[in-house]
Structure formats: structure tokens, C-alpha cells
């Protein structure tokens, strides 16, 4: 053999063996397991009375984010948040009727920029939130939606006998403007049943398939997948099977010792009741006993335990099909979850059991198994952290991409790329936030108020995860250092979808008065009208004109109760309305055509959400869901008294 032949052929020798790796070198698979309603509450965090052996066995496999937050604690925004990686306050999606299309048309979620490098994206369960007037986003996915129950029940007793109740029919878009005239349904119910009976049996078992779908697609044309499976429970109702229930002492699980709202909290920030005055039977003020508490308590273990045994099956089923090694598993919770801490229950609060989250990252070769970090971290982060896991390019959008990419913590748990985590919530007024590893400073302002008139919060974590004391006014330096990180973000987008600089109007006093409120508005040519044209007022008291469908509502609200005048009106040019409030009779007139009926009289304290002009982001003063923007245009108004 001559010596040019021999080198050229160790040359080729040597120029496969370089090659080899390039060739194995395959995209990871993903595989998304979101929680609803999930607060740490689990043995890997710590919990010692926690059952969660599935996602104890996750935390083994990878890393563990002991600062990790929401970025707001409801369902639909967080779930906004998780998939855009942009917070709400660069979207404008706070409310869980937000519409992602209608806000950000040209959005592209996670699953989408994944699927435009390749994958195969599946989703099953809760993962964008469906209900109160939501259907999720079709566009996100590469098949349908698998999807099932939030709000379910096995004995007929948890439903006044098998009517439909009212979180039944807010989760499936059904008679959304008559809530209140349907029952409450059971907090919660433990039948003999098997995990199957319930939704989240169902989505495991389904995704095990899925899995095994994937697995053979696989080997046929190497098309990785990207799954994403939502889980409900440990969200009420706090339905399980009894076997569940059982393996807890209810007696010897924790119930809260701070039952008082912090100390100098200012008024915005507090909440009482809410969510949890939905079910029975708890009271409808949600001033919950110690009988209640311990059976609420026991509910969330137990469902707890529920899902994660759910979770040990589908884990279960990617290690049999010899998955383990080439995909990455991220296990999320939505957001926290007041366990009657603060006398609070749920979730909507700037508050650390609302907003702190599991967290827990596989990524084989990347993350040391069993690692932790305290590196502050957001949902936003893992939209750009799981493209860097990829191996894709850095995603851009077009929507605000807010996340950091988290490999260098994955790589080394020391690493920081941040040293606080940003959230919000909005109440009567916005609350921005950021926590560091020791505090927490909440600004209460809405998009276009002045600085001046924030209230603050601020809080230290030094001795405990529960807020006891507003130290504001007592540590102003350490308020303005931090108010100083919070100005580094850009002024919030408004809960209308209204960018700075645009504000609510200054209130009529409306107190005991009779109404005349006129507007003029011009409606989008082939669209069909919908959103409020003018709203004062929340829960309690207030008014609304608004549509519904092709009718132009008049609404107004007393003690809660909303009565409606509606009317068949025009859909396009310009429109004048006139809605009148007196003490006998209420009406509306609309392009001449007058309808009219009995007044629930005049409206009697003066309500304490602010006049809005095209939109309602507060909370709702008429029967729908706010956020609920006019896609129209308020040409002018006027709401005289008399």
C-alpha cells in the first residue's frame, strides 16, 4: 500500500470519527408538567408532612429552584407568562379572561418557536387556562388539544344533587352572565374511586400514550417531541380519590399560626374571601374555622399527593420506553397558594404562599442530579432556558422576550444571572414587585399615576415566609434602593391593553343619584361589537354599558346583585347610546329603539372602582369578565346626575 493511500485512509478514518458525534448529537425531547395551584408543598422542599415521592424523584434527577416565583398569581396570566416569556405588565394579559390573539396576534409561544425548529409539540390537560370566557390558543400546538375537567365531581352530594355549579360553569364557558344564580358546589369530596375516575388520571394516561407515540416516531425519522401535560389538582375542589385522604392524619397537619393581615399593609394589597366563597361550605365572607381549616388543609395534601402519584406514572412510562436520558423534564407550579395564612385562602395576593413556586429542571448531561440553587428565578426564565437546552437560537419574539436564560445556573447552582425576581398583581390599583433572597418591595400605582402617589410595601424574609409587618415607613432607604431596581423595568402596559400614558377618568359621585349617561361611539366596520363602552363600580355597586353578542347591555349593580336592560342594536357606523338609572324604572335607548323595566333603584354607596372609558379591568360592575376592552371606539360621553 503505498503512503499516499495510507494517510488518505487514516485521514478518512479520522474525519468519520470527528463526524460520529455530530451525528448523535439529536435534539433533546421536552417534556412540560405543569401543576395547578402547586405551592411548595413538597418533601423535596422540605415539607415534611408532604407525600410526593414521584416529584421528590425529579428534584434527584436535577436541580431544584428554591427562590422561584410566579410572575402573577392567577392562573390564566401565569400560564401567559410561561408560554410568551413575557411578563403581564409588557402584554397587558392580568385577567383570566384575557384573549392572547386578540392582544398579541403574532405571538409565538414556546411550543410554536419549537415547533418551527422541528419538534412535534402535543399538549394534554390544564395548560393554557380554558374557562371564563377563555378557549386557550389551538395556534400553540401541532395537534389538537387533549383536553378535560377542572372542576369536577363524582358524587352527585358535592352538587346539590347533580346541578351544574358555579366554578363548573365559569371552567366551561357556560351561562358566564348568570354565576351568581347557580349553586356553590362542594370544597371538597374523597369517594372509593379509581385515579382514572378523575381528570388528571385520564391526562396521565393519555400522555403515557402520547409518550409512546413519540417514542416510535422517534426511531422512524428521529422527529423529537415537546409535550406539554397539565395537571389540576391540588386546584379546588379538592376532589380525590379517599385512599388519598387517608394517608394523612389530619390532626397532625400544619394549620397556620398568623391569622392577621400584615401589620401597616396598605388597603390595595389585602384580600378577603374570593375564590374560596365558591365552594360550600365554606362561608361566603371566607371567614374559615378551625374545624374547616384542618379539613381545607387536609384536602390540598391529599390532592397533592393525587397528582403527584399521576406524575410518578407518567415518569414512570418515559424511563420504560428508555426516554430518560435524551429528554429534559421541567416540573412547574402555576403559582402559590394561601393556606389560611393572613387569613387568606387561594391565590391573587403580591404575598410570598402565593407567589413562590416549585420549580424542578432535568436536563441530563447539563443539570447535577440532586442540585439546588438559590438564584432568584421566574416563569418567564424557562422559555429562554429551554431553547438554550435545545440548542436553538435565542428566541425574540415579537412579544417582550423578559426571561434570562438559566443554563450558567444549571451548569454551576453559585451562578446568577439576576439578583431579584419580578410579579404583580393588580387590584384596585397595579402592585409591581420584586423579591430579593431576603425582601420583598410591593409599589402599588396604575400606568400613567405619579410616582408620589404609590403606596409601598416591604417586607423581610430573614425569619420567616410569612408577612407580619410593613417596614416601609420604617426603612425608607432600603425602599428607595429597592423601588430603584423596580424603575429598570418599562412603565406596565394598562389592564386595557393601554400603553402609558392613558388613565381612567375621575369618577362621578353617584351616590343616591339618578342617572343619565349618554355616549356616542363608532363601531368597526365587520366586526362584531363586543367589550365594555363605559363602567363605574365592582362586585358590590357600580354600572356597565357593554355587548353581548349582538345586544347592547345596560347593567347596573346593587348589593351585588346585577339587573340588565338589553337591546337588539346597530353593529357598525357610529352609535348613540343613552342609559338612564331611576328609582322606579332603569332603560336603554340605542338608534331610537327603546327597551325599559323595573329599577333595582338607585345605585347607594358611592363604588370605589374609578370610571373607565372603553374598557373594565378592575373588578367587573357588570355581569362578564373583566379585563374587557371595547373593540370600538368612545367618541365622546357624559354621566349627568340628577
Not at 389585602?270 to 379539613?295: C, F, H
Not at 435524551?326 to 402555576?334: E, F, M, P, R, S
Request: charged content about 20%; overall charge positive; aromatic content about 8%.
Amino acid at each position: 500500500m503505498s503512503t499516499d493511500l495510507l494517510l488518505k485512509r487514516i485521514w478518512m478514518a479520522a474525519l468519520l470519527l470527528w463526524l460520529m458525534p455530530l451525528a448523535r448529537a439529536e435534539k433533546p425531547n421536552v417534556l412540560l408538567l405543569l401543576v395547578d395551584d402547586l405551592k411548595p408543598a413538597m418533601g423535596c422542599y422540605g415539607d415534611r408532612h408532604a407525600i410526593t415521592p414521584a416529584m421528590d424523584a425529579l428534584a434527584a434527577r436535577g436541580m431544584r429552584f428554591d427562590l422561584a416565583y410566579c410572575n402573577q398569581a392567577v392562573c390564566a396570566p401565569s400560564r401567559f407568562t410561561l408560554m410568551l416569556g413575557a411578563h403581564s405588565t409588557s402584554t397587558g394579559l392580568y385577567g383570566l379572561g384575557s384573549q392572547l390573539r386578540q392582544v398579541l396576534p403574532n405571538a409565538v409561544t414556546m411550543p410554536q418557536y419549537f415547533a418551527r425548529h422541528g419538534y412535534r409539540t402535543e399538549s394534554l390537560g390544564k395548560v393554557f387556562h380554558i374557562g371564563h370566557g377563555n378557549l386557550g390558543d389551538p395556534k400553540s400546538f401541532s395537534i389538537p388539544h387533549f383536553h378535560d375537567k377542572v372542576i369536577e365531581y363524582l358524587d352527585p352530594k358535592s352538587t346539590a344533587g347533580g346541578q351544574l355549579t358555579r366554578e363548573e360553569a365559569l371552567f366551561t364557558n357556560q351561562k358566564l352572565g348568570a354565576i351568581r344564580s347557580l349553586p356553590r358546589g362542594a370544597a371538597f369530596e374523597a369517594p372509593v374511586a379509581k385515579d382514572d375516575d378523575y381528570a388528571d388520571g385520564r391526562v396521565a394516561a393519555e400522555t403515557i400514550r402520547r409518550l409512546e407515540a413519540a417514542k416510535v416516531r422517534r426511531v422512524k425519522d428521529g422527529t423529537p417531541f415537546f409535550i406539554t401535560a397539565g395537571f389540576v389538582r391540588p386546584h379546588l375542589p379538592f376532589s380525590a380519590p379517599k385512599k388519598y385522604w387517608d394517608l394523612f392524619d389530619p390532626a397532625k397537619l400544619p394549620i397556620p399560626t398568623i391569622k392577621t393581615f400584615p401589620k401597616d399593609a396598605p388597603a390595595v394589597a389585602l384580600k378577603r374571601a374570593g375564590e374560596i366563597s365558591a365552594y360550600t361550605p365554606v362561608p361566603v365572607d371566607g371567614q374559615v374555622g378551625e374545624a374547616l381549616t384542618r379539613e381545607l388543609i387536609h384536602g390540598y395534601y391529599a390532592s397533592t399527593a393525587y397528582v403527584d402519584a399521576q406524575i410518578g406514572r407518567v415518569t414512570a412510562a418515559l424511563k420504560r420506553l428508555g426516554l430518560e436520558q435524551n429528554t429534559i423534564v421541567v416540573l412547574w407550579g402555576d403559582h402559590g397558594w394561601h393556606l389560611g395564612d393572613l387569613s387568606i385562602w387561594t391565590k391573587h395576593t403580591n404575598y410570598e404562599q402565593a407567589n413562590r413556586i416549585p420549580i424542578l429542571v432535568v436536563a441530563p448531561g447539563v443539570a447535577r442530579p440532586g442540585s439546588v440553587t438559590r438564584q432568584p428565578t421566574e416563569t418567564v426564565d424557562l422559555y429562554p432556558t429551554l431553547a438554550a437546552l435545545a440548542g436553538l437560537p435565542a428566541p425574540v419574539g415579537p412579544q417582550s422576550i423578559d426571561g434570562q436564560n438559566l443554563v450558567p445556573v444549571l451548569k454551576n447552582p453559585k451562578a446568577r444571572v439576576r439578583d431579584h425576581a419580578f410579579h404583580c398583581y393588580p387590584r384596585r390599583r397595579l402592585g409591581r414587585a420584586i423579591r430579593t433572597e431576603r425582601y420583598r418591595l410591593v409599589e402599588w400605582r396604575n400606568t400613567g399615576e405619579p410616582l408620589a402617589t404609590a403606596e409601598y410595601e416591604l417586607y423581610d424574609y430573614s425569619k420567616g415566609a410569612v408577612e407580619t409587618q410593613n417596614l416601609a415607613q420604617q426603612q425608607p432607604q432600603l425602599v428607595k434602593e429597592l423601588a430603584a431596581k423596580l424603575a429598570t423595568y418599562p412603565e406596565p402596559v394598562s389592564r386595557s391593553g393601554r400603553r402609558p400614558g392613558k388613565v381612567i377618568s375621575p369618577s362621578p359621585q353617584i351616590a343616591g343619584k339618578s342617572l343619565r349617561i349618554e355616549a356616542e361611539i363608532q363601531l368597526k366596520a365587520q366586526t362584531t361589537p363586543q367589550g365594555v363602552v363605559l363602567a363605574q363600580g365592582g362586585k358590590e355597586h357600580g354600572y356597565a354599558i357593554h355587548w353581548l353578542k349582538k345586544n347592547l347591555v345596560f347593567d347596573v349593580r346593587v348589593d351585588g346583585k346585577v339587573t340588565r336592560v338589553q337591546i337588539n342594536a346597530p353593529t357598525k357606523g357610529k352609535v348613540k347610546v343613552v342609559a338612564v338609572l331611576e328609582q322606579q324604572v332603569m332603560s336603554l335607548e340605542v338608534g331610537g329603539a327603546l327597551a325599559k323595566m323595573d329599577s333595582p333603584g338607585l345605585i347607594p354607596v358611592q363604588p370605589k372602582d374609578d370610571l373607565s372609558i372603553g374598557f373594565d379591568d378592575q373588578t367587573a360592575a357588570g355581569n362578564y369578565n373583566s379585563p374587557n376592552s371595547f373593540n370600538g371606539k368612545v367618541l365622546s360621553y357624559s354621566v349627568n346626575k340628577r
